[in-house]
């Protein structure tokens, strides 16, 4: 297995406004190769497989390679710490669709207020009050 991932950040805040930016991309490879071979009813003298039975002498061998590829980001801003706004997006391929099938993109987005920052005098026994919406979908490309 050999995996690569590359990502960056970027924050900024000017005042009560705060944005954060996170671009990123990953590949995972996989190769595996398995061979196997028994023989039955081995000399006593020389145990190697050539000098088995051949009638009771078995081979094989078994391959796969597969791939996974994906893009990925997420803008985030919020203002005063309390008004959050996120979004996300992914795409991502993998070797073992069809290449008509094999990109999918999953898109999502959240809202959110943390309702314990206000000045609404909530118990001391709640030390986060927070309400988030959020909707994500997922969307196949088709190259037909």
Request: with cysteine; hydrophobic share 35%.
């Amino acid at each position: 297995n050999l995996t690569r991932q590359v990502t960056a950040n970027y924050t900024k805040t000017l005042g009560n406004h705060q944005l954060s930016l996170l671009a990123g991309y990953e590949e995972v490879g996989t190769d595996w190769e398995e061979v196997r071979t028994a023989s039955r009813n081995l000399s006593v003298d020389l145990r190697s497989l050539t000098f088995g039975d051949p009638l009771l002498t078995t081979n094989a061998q078994f391959a796969s390679q597969n791939a996974l590829r994906s893009y990925f980001g997420r803008l985030a801003y919020d203002y005063k710490g309390k008004y959050l706004v996120q979004s996300n997006f992914r795409a991502d391929a993998s070797s073992r669709f069809a290449p008509s099938e094999r990109w999918g993109f999953f898109p999502s987005v959240s809202l959110g207020w943390i309702v314990s920052e206000e000045n609404f005098g909530l118990p001391e026994a709640i030390s986060l009050l927070k309400v988030r919406a959020s909707y994500g979908d997922c969307l196949l490309y088709t190259s037909d």
